[in-house]
């Protein structure tokens, strides 16, 4: 029972890693392989106004904002140009950005692993009954991870631009034909993808600690949770996360080496027998 | 004569290296509808295309009431008042209907076209809304595409190919809401590769030949010779 509370808080963070990249795959078809990285450079940016003498939240605060306006930006200048048929250009262009983003951040930071003071709220807890006691951040996290899911859900299913995102996704040039200019769509998403990407980052920071050698990592947790969920919805996303996560535990409890390994055979033993994902696509 | 609403002056388009069009001429006064003939490859979508944005040209082979819009960006063609309805109707399979025909109005211009309109002409877009809208029938989802197209409010509609693959009784109810969309006064070009149903519905008729315009003249007149020798070129 613990395990699979334990489980399930530490696959909501993954599902908010996750949510992000799912976005941008979903309405671009972009692959950002510096997802982790963005992740990793949002803890980083609230720990840096921190450094400036602003207090914890205000500096998580500031960073979304921030996070939207740099992904927004960075749609615009750079990633629209790689987008097209072939997917490698925009590989190889965010793949470039990962090694940019983690030597600046080595240049600037050190490579000590750091975490941000989330004013004693990391080690608060909740008592369930018995021995059974929970994080107050963990479960903060997982309302998060909810609420994150229940409104891209929205936005995507009942408003003009979450309509917006899934005509462009369908078909660009008819989009245009509509009066959507399918850059700005995508910057749109991309600053929403962002925004969520420096949340899961703060996030991560106050749970444990952010180095910047850490991205990678994360990237291939964000896959994990979204290719095991499937392309249909974000439900799939948050379920992929939370399966991860419980995934992961479960060997952590079985031998602490063993847990992110654990992750991954999971992950490939369902790569193997439901190539789709656990919600996939229905059309 | 007074300036046309939409005209193009040796409209030239290319695909990579491949010519589609070379040297088109055309005009299309206030409220006239005008049909477009010619075989396959003669280059009538990719005229379209031309008008609209999605292949480029070069700036004053394209005009809108005299000002030059070749070369213009799709998204913001449409603003000018230029809707087309895409061969194959390109429905948005992710959206639903209602969806599909509520994105049509992105482009955000006034006029007498709003969803109860469009369901007013098309009953059964109102009757299916919610479903996905490309699990329609063939002949419905050719509604959804012009009432798609109509929601923009454009003063020029252009409709390609709207009877390609449905059934002669499905094309006749889709060509009589024409009279209906025509009544506001709006110019329409329809590209049609049933020649005696374009020369019925238009007022004036251009025949396509591989990328250049090979006959053009009122409708009525053009005889069934001078048609199958434009269109064949024998």
Same mark, same amino acid.
């Given at each position: 029972?613990?395990?699979?509370?334990?489980?399930?808080?530490?696959?909501? &963070?993954?599902?908010?890693?996750?949510?992000? &990249?799912?976005?941008?795959?979903?309405?671009?078809?972009?692959?950002?392989?510096?997802?982790?990285?963005?992740?990793?450079?949002? /803890?980083?940016?609230?720990?840096?106004?921190?450094?400036?003498?602003?207090?914890?939240?205000?500096?998580?605060?500031?960073?979304?904002?921030?996070?939207?306006?740099?992904?927004?930006?960075?749609?615009?200048?750079?990633?629209?140009?790689?987008?097209?048929?072939?997917?490698?250009?925009?590989?190889?262009?965010?793949?470039?950005?990962?090694?940019?983003?983690?030597?600046?951040?080595?240049?600037?930071?050190?490579?000590?692993?750091?975490?941000?003071?989330?004013?004693?709220?990391?080690?608060?807890?909740?008592?369930?009954?018995?021995?059974?006691?929970?994080?107050?951040?963990?479960?903060?996290?997982?309302?998060?991870?909810?609420?994150?899911?229940?409104?891209?859900?929205?936005?995507?299913?009942?408003?003009?631009?979450?309509?917006?995102?899934? /005509?462009?996704?369908?078909?660009?040039?008819?989009?245009?034909?509509?009066?959507?200019?399918?850059?700005?769509?995508?910057?749109?998403?991309?600053?929403?993808?962002?925004?969520?990407? /420096?949340?899961?980052?703060? &996030?991560?920071?106050?749970?444990?600690?952010?180095?910047?050698?850490?991205?990678?990592? =994360?990237?291939?947790?964000?896959?994990?949770?979204?290719?095991?969920?499937?392309?249909?919805?974000?439900?799939?996303?948050?379920?992929?996360?939370?399966? =991860?996560?419980?995934?992961?535990?479960?060997?952590?409890?079985?031998?602490?080496?063993?847990?992110?390994?654990?992750?991954?055979?999971?992950?490939?033993?369902?790569?193997?027998?439901?190539?789709?994902?656990?919600?996939?696509?229905?059309? | 004569?007074?300036?046309?609403?939409?005209?193009?002056? %040796?409209?030239?388009?290319?695909?990579?290296?491949?010519?589609?069009?070379?040297?088109?001429?055309?005009?299309?006064?206030?409220?006239?509808?005008?049909?477009?003939?010619?075989?396959?490859?003669?280059?009538?979508?990719?005229?379209?295309?031309?008008?609209?944005?999605?292949?480029?040209?070069?700036?004053?082979?394209?005009?809108?009431?005299?000002? %030059?819009?070749?070369?213009?960006?799709?998204?913001?063609?449409?603003?000018? +008042?230029?809707?087309?309805?895409?061969?194959?109707?390109?429905?948005?399979?992710?959206?639903?209907?209602?969806?599909?025909?509520?994105?049509?109005?992105?482009?955000?211009?006034?006029?007498?076209?709003?969803?109860?309109?469009?369901?007013?002409?098309?009953?059964?877009?109102?009757?299916?809304?919610?479903?996905?809208?490309? $699990?329609?029938?063939?002949?419905?989802?050719?509604?959804?595409?012009?009432?798609?197209?109509?929601?923009?409010?454009?003063?020029?509609?252009?409709?390609?190919?709207? $009877?390609?693959?449905?059934?002669?009784?499905?094309?006749?109810?889709?060509?009589?809401?024409?009279?209906?969309?025509?009544?506001? +006064?709006?110019?329409?070009?329809?590209?049609?590769?049933?020649?005696?149903? %374009?020369?019925?519905?238009?007022?004036?008729?251009?025949?396509?030949?591989?990328?250049?315009?090979?006959?053009?003249?009122? $409708?009525?007149?053009?005889?069934?010779?001078?048609?199958?020798?434009?269109?064949?070129?024998?």
């Amino acid at each position: 029972m613990d395990i699979l509370i334990q489980g399930i808080l530490l696959g909501s &963070l993954y599902a908010l890693f996750a949510l992000g &990249l799912s976005l941008m795959f979903g309405v671009m078809r972009l692959t950002n392989t510096a997802h982790g990285d963005f992740i990793i450079l949002g /803890a980083f940016g609230a720990l840096g106004a921190m450094a400036c003498g602003l207090s914890p939240w205000l500096s998580a605060l500031l960073v979304l904002p921030m996070a939207w306006l740099v992904g927004y930006g960075l749609q615009k200048t750079v990633l629209n140009q790689t987008l097209g048929k072939d997917p490698v250009p925009s590989l190889v262009v965010t793949f470039g950005i990962s090694i940019v983003i983690q030597n600046a951040l080595l240049e600037i930071f050190s490579a000590d692993p750091r975490s941000i003071d989330s004013g004693g709220l990391n080690t608060l807890s909740l008592n369930l009954g018995g021995d059974l006691s929970v994080g107050v951040l963990p479960v903060l996290i997982l309302g998060l991870a909810l609420c994150a899911t229940l409104f891209l859900q929205w936005l995507f299913s009942s408003t003009a631009m979450g309509r917006a995102f899934r /005509a462009v996704s369908d078909d660009p040039e008819i989009a245009a034909l509509m009066g959507l200019n399918s850059k700005t769509v995508y910057a749109q998403a991309t600053g929403l993808a962002f925004l969520l990407v /420096a949340l899961a980052g703060v &996030l991560q920071g106050m749970r444990t600690t952010v180095s910047p050698a850490d991205g990678p990592m =994360l990237l291939l947790f964000s896959f994990e949770a979204v290719i095991m969920g499937g392309m249909g919805s974000f439900w799939g996303t948050l379920a992929g996360g939370l399966l =991860l996560g419980m995934t992961q535990q479960l060997g952590f409890r079985w031998d602490p080496g063993w847990g992110i390994w654990c992750g991954h055979v999971v992950f490939l033993t369902l790569l193997v027998l439901k190539p789709q994902g656990l919600f996939p696509k229905t059309k | 004569m007074t300036t046309p609403i939409l005209s193009t002056q %040796a409209l030239k388009a290319f695909y990579g290296d491949a010519q589609a069009l070379f040297g088109i001429d055309f005009e299309l006064a206030e409220s006239e509808v005008v049909a477009i003939i010619g075989a396959n490859g003669a280059g009538k979508s990719t005229f379209l295309k031309a008008l609209t944005g999605l292949v480029k040209a070069s700036p004053n082979e394209v005009r809108w009431r005299g000002q %030059a819009i070749g070369g213009q960006s799709a998204h913001e063609i449409v603003r000018l +008042g230029l809707a087309l309805v895409p061969e194959g109707r390109r429905l948005f399979p992710s959206l639903s209907v209602e969806e599909n025909l509520l994105l049509g109005a992105q482009a955000q211009r006034s006029g007498p076209w709003n969803l109860a309109r469009v369901q007013a002409l098309f009953p059964i877009l109102k009757e299916k809304r919610h479903l996905p809208a490309t $699990s329609l029938s063939g002949g419905q989802q050719q509604m959804v595409a012009i009432g798609r197209a109509l929601m923009s409010n454009p003063e020029v509609l252009l409709c390609d190919e709207l $009877s390609l693959g449905l059934a002669p009784i499905v094309i006749r109810e889709i060509y009589q809401a024409l009279p209906q969309i025509c009544a506001e +006064g709006m110019g329409v070009v329809i590209v049609e590769q049933d020649v005696s149903l %374009a020369q019925k519905i238009s007022t004036r008729l251009y025949c396509f030949q591989e990328g250049r315009v090979t006959l053009q003249g009122p $409708s009525a007149a053009l005889t069934r010779d001078q048609i199958s020798q434009a269109y064949f070129g024998i």
